[in-house]
């Protein structure tokens, strides 16, 4: 028995590893690639 709940409480802790590294790149990671690639692309017309 101990060792079931054991086992689940791992998995859900890998679930929220996922869900939180997720979270991380869906509002922090991909955000700032957008804003880099508009920066550089702007930067790029106002240059040429």
Avoid at 25 to 48: D, E, K
């Amino acid at each position: 028995m101990n060792k079931k709940i054991c086992k689940v409480s791992f998995m859900t802790a890998i679930k929220q590893q996922e869900l939180k590294s997720t979270f991380l790149y869906t509002f922090v990671i991909f955000p700032a690639l957008t804003v880099g690639a508009v920066g550089l692309y702007g930067m790029a017309a106002w240059l040429l």
